[in-house]
């Protein structure tokens, strides 16, 4: 499992890449071994997902009678839609590449998409870590939520800009393939699998 300082190493290079500095693809291992490597990024969040899991157990216990609790099955539901969430956009993301014969950059994709998870999830966990210990912050957390998501668009496009070598239809193709399909997954795995809020 990549360190500490092997991941800001990483997190460096994307920060480079966000400024449009190609340097940045200097401090990301692309090679086959550092695609696995970058899945090690799941483990490093890990904390935040715990906390995310707490907010919505509270959610979900808010919807059911008041005698109600959840089991060990309600958390492994919880880590399926995660996981899936992780796979699933960028499966989509490399036939999207296949077919418009792009393969060779779909590395680059998942390691930079993979170590960017980190700290989105990171400040994610915070958010909503105030949801959970201050319930009166609802209002607030509501708009610094939406700030994010604009911050994490943000962050991805300039990233596949860099990627894909300024290709204006190709990188808000890749941008929407890699956040749309976990939005929509999640709520229907939320629903299919019964851990959605009634």
């Known amino acids: 499992m990549p360190g500490f300082r092997e991941v800001q190493y990483y997190l460096a290079g994307l920060w480079l890449l966000i400024r449009l500095d190609p340097r940045g693809f200097r401090y990301l291992d692309m090679s086959e071994r550092g695609v696995n490597r970058s899945f090690w990024a799941m483990a490093w969040c890990l904390p935040p997902m715990g906390i995310s899991w707490l907010w919505w157990r509270q ?3 808010r919807s059911m009678p008041p005698e109600a609790d959840v089991d060990v099955a309600f958390y492994l539901r919880l ?5 899936a969430n992780w796979f699933v ?3 989509f993301a490399g036939l999207l590449l296949l077919a ?4 060779e950059r779909f590395a680059p ?3 930079s998409v993979n170590w960017l998870g980190v700290p989105l999830s990171y ?3 915070l958010l909503l870590a105030m949801v959970v210990f201050l319930p009166g912050s609802v209002g607030l957390v509501s708009l610094l939520l939406l700030a994010f998501m604009l911050a994490q668009v943000f962050a991805l496009a300039r990233i596949l800009r860099m990627i894909c070598h300024g290709h204006a239809l190709m990188v808000g193709a ?3 393939v890699l956040l749309v399909p976990s939005m929509i997954l999640s709520e229907y795995l939320q629903h299919f699998l019964g851990i959605y809020p009634a």
């Open 59 to 61: 959610a979900f216990l």
């Open 79 to 83: 880590g399926l839609v995660e996981i």
């Open 89 to 91: 956009p960028l499966v």
């Open 100 to 103: 418009f014969r792009m393969g």
């Open 109 to 111: 994709v998942v390691v």
């Open 123 to 125: 400040i994610n966990g």
């Open 174 to 176: 890749m941008t929407l």
